[in-house]
């Protein structure tokens, strides 16, 4: 059994962003970089799938800058067997399609059983790059997954479980091959053991280059700033907490009236 | 033409399809068009007749009987034949789950993308330049769209009002649509374990995310919680931890609520737990980051720690209730 992961770095969720010079997107300078976080979890679900089979390879695939390799590197300490590196600079000049289309180019031939990404990116938050990547690729998908069923495997088909909205929930059998989105939170992340990471030298990551081509429908971000404030907001204690927990008990009294 | 999508299971409506026919209606009176709305189903189905009482073109019912149940490759097929059919300049839905998870198959196998979950939109030149959140909630970008018609957009929740649709009358129509292999079976949806906490009916919720840092700091939260009367919820992560249990989840995949007072702790403000509370009446925001975008929707923000200011609020109240 092969399972492809599609694995995104992304600036840190604790980053303090600066929307870049020509106002197109964030300046990266001096951003530390994590790996997007749904697509931690696509991983562990895809290694805990090869150890309940027992058998199988997990590739991860990643498309970014040579920057991204941290990725690559981290999610073989956690237990990829390979890698192959989609090598493209300013990714977030990309369309969606133009990424599901370069990262379909690139993974076709392996004709995996299963590719599983995060549900959506953390940054452009597109959230349709593996649903594209599977009609590209001519197979089912699932998006929002929030369980799958291990022992449900066979050759042929797998079952799923969907997170619908308000606590609702749908299980759905699956042929395969097949690509899921996976939810956050689906399991518990396993850290790198120090064996993993030394494992994880001598595993292969192939670097493409994909030709990205020209794509008519593509979106394009035309000016990126910081949301427009929907509300008067009323900032209390001028950056000492203590004494803005006292002015909003005073307005929670007076204004809210809830006391 | 613009087509708006209908979404309902067993022909009970969607209401965030309202919101799509308020955002479609808009965008029509903005660029001269007309509106119809989509309505996939396995039979005559009896929701057309209420979409027809609103101000559309027409109401297509796009029928199949594999259209009984939702699936993504009988969606995909139907809306595929009905585009082709229709040629609309515009398809136009609510960025639900089930939109996310069949609308980009639709628009690649017509080389198109989706431009998702927008929260606006201005004509521009008799196009539209639409604005999607980015990085969490961060930023803001305005987004345009290349090539030709039809162009797909998808609107958050809460991004148009549902009850500002217009009503008026709209012919019904079936057309028979073709649709191939269904490649997944589906069950019957179900919720798990029914909520044993109501939170909608909260008039003061106190809710904890990430920045409470460990477990044993929600006794923290559940201290303000007590002596305000109000009930603890909390933000994704902290329920995925299992620190709190998942029927305290306020947000996309939890609650929506909209109480009286929400007091969001260490709560950076992603649009999913956004989405679900922000038609709180007053919202008050305790958070590290001044640049949290929490801070945007609150009335009431204090930048800081909130290990210092909370002990210090319940001492205060404590004064305050005498």
Redesign the interface.
Known sequence: MKIIVLMKQV?N??A??R?SGDEKW?DESNISQQTNESDGYALEEALRMKEAKGEGEVIVCTLGAQTAKTVIKDALARGADRAIHVVADNVNQL???QI?KAIADSIREENADLVFTGLQS???????TG??L???LG??????VIEVDRASLTDSSLRIK??????????????LP?LLTI???ISQIRYASLKGIMAAKKKEIRDVTPSIEN???????????????????????N????A???E??E???TE?R?? | MILVFIEHKDCVLNKVSLEAITAAQNIAKDLGLKVSAVLPCDKECELAQTIAQYNLEKVIVVKNDKLAKYTPDGYADAWTEIIKKENPQYVVMSHSYQVRDFAPKVAARLGKEVVGDCIRYKADGGKLVLTRRIFLGKLDADVTVGGDAPYFVTFQSGAFRGDNAEKGSASVETVDVNVGEIRMEVEEPFQEAKASVDLTKSEIIVAVGRGIKSQENIAIAQGLADILGADLAASRPICDSEWLPIDRQIGSSGQTVAPKVYIALGISGAIQHIVGMKNATTIVAINKDSEAPIFDIADYGIVGDLFEAVPVLVEEIKKAKG
């Open positions: 600036a969720k604790d303090v962003l929307v964030i369309s969606p399609y599901a953390d940054d452009a938050s597109y959230g349709q649903v594209i599977a009609e590209l197979i089912p998908h699932a998006t929002i969907r997170e619908l909205e308000s606590g609702w929930y749908q299980w759905f059998k699956y042929n097949a939810q956050s939170g794509f008519a429908g593509a979106q394009k971000i035309e000016k990126v700033y910081l949301p427009l404030k929907l509300k008067q907001t009323q900032m209390l204690g950056g000492d907490a203590k803005g927990a006292v909003l008990v307005k929670l009294k809210v809830v006391i």
